[in-house]
């Protein structure tokens, strides 16, 4: 590997761990580190506008707030395919978090504030990554979990959502999960999409890992959750299993504090690599977001059925 090379590579560790807590194992996760930075997750809007070379050279981009013209909200025609209303889902509670918010990259003491997530201390929350076009991450999880609340609804659920719009800040890590307690949720899911290196493309289910905390009583019905969602998005998406982390599509990690301070069920799902050219393509098509939004309800509702 270059020197460009491994500074590519870890900015881009750097931009994973901005987008969603980091990798917990393999190679990247020592430089990763440096992706909790200030300087990282506070790039001004300015620096994200070269988004069209290697990703790597571009490690702030995540900060890019440009709304693609794909950004439509979630009120095409599109939107109400695969949302049978019924009254399956009648009693249950779900809890929705889209990861980030539209406004982080504005606010960077906001939320470089630190918590405390038990095993360690953490920054509030992140800007997210971005595609090489500028569609943020923030916008896709916002637009997925918008048809996703819409379907669950269209099937008798009570759907909480942890931020109101794309337009706000945070909130913290540790009120998302607060948020979830809370509603004394059935099931919890953490919506993403990656920072990785371009190469990777997939997706993958974390889950939490027993912490000798508020987690533990959880974690097994969270596997149970992650299963049966990723099994419910591979089929109803057809993206692949992740190449570049996880196994079968799983991984556990014991550093985001969206798991750690959970006492509901609950999982992250990292719908792709948005560094990813053809991820990247999927997310910016509104209807591959409905497919994803379909899927993530039938794994849910598999779930607590
Ligand atoms: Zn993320």
Redesign the pocket.
């Known amino acids: 590997m270059t020197r460009k090379a491994l500074v590519a590579a870890v900015a881009l560790c750097g931009l994973s761990v901005a987008?969603?807590g980091g990798t917990a194992d393999g190679a990247d996760a020592g430089p990763a580190r440096i992706g909790g930075s200030a300087s990282q997750n506070a790039a001004p809007a300015a620096q994200t506008t070269q988004t069209t070379q290697t990703a790597g050279s571009t490690g702030d981009v995540q900060a890019t707030p440009a709304a693609s013209p794909t950004t439509s909200p979630a009120t095409s025609p599109a939107t109400v395919a695969g949302s049978t209303p019924g009254t399956s889902l009648q009693g249950k509670v779900i809890v929705i978090d889209p990861?980030?918010n539209g406004q982080n990259y504005r606010h960077p003491s906001e939320i470089n504030k630190q918590v405390n997530i038990l095993t360690e201390k953490k920054a509030c929350d992140t800007t997210?990554t971005a595609t090489n076009s500028g569609y943020s991450?923030a916008a896709f999880t916002w637009d997925v979990s918008q048809r996703l609340a819409k379907i669950l609804k269209s099937r008798g659920a009570t759907v909480k959502l942890t931020r109101p719009n794309n337009d706000g800040v945070g909130p913290c890590i540790t009120e998302r999960a607060a948020i979830g307690n809370k509603a004394k949720a059935n099931a919890a899911i953490s919506i993403?999409?990656d920072g990785a290196p371009p190469a990777g493309h997939g997706f993958h289910i974390i889950m939490p890992k027993k912490i000798n905390g508020p987690v533990d009583p959880v974690v097994d019905a969270s596997r149970k959750l992650g299963i049966d969602v990723r099994d419910a998005f591979k089929s109803g998406t057809g993206v692949p299993y992740s190449t570049y982390i996880g196994a079968k599509a799983l991984d556990f990690r014991n550093d985001l504090g969206g798991l750690n301070l959970s006492t509901v069920p609950k999982i992250f799902i990292e719908c792709g690599n948005m560094r990813n050219a053809g991820d990247a393509a999927n997310f910016q098509s509104p209807a591959f977001r409905q497919k994803a939004a379909v899927a993530l309800a039938n794994g849910l509702q598999n779930y607590l059925k």
């Open positions: 987008a969603c990861g980030h997210g991450e993403h999409a």
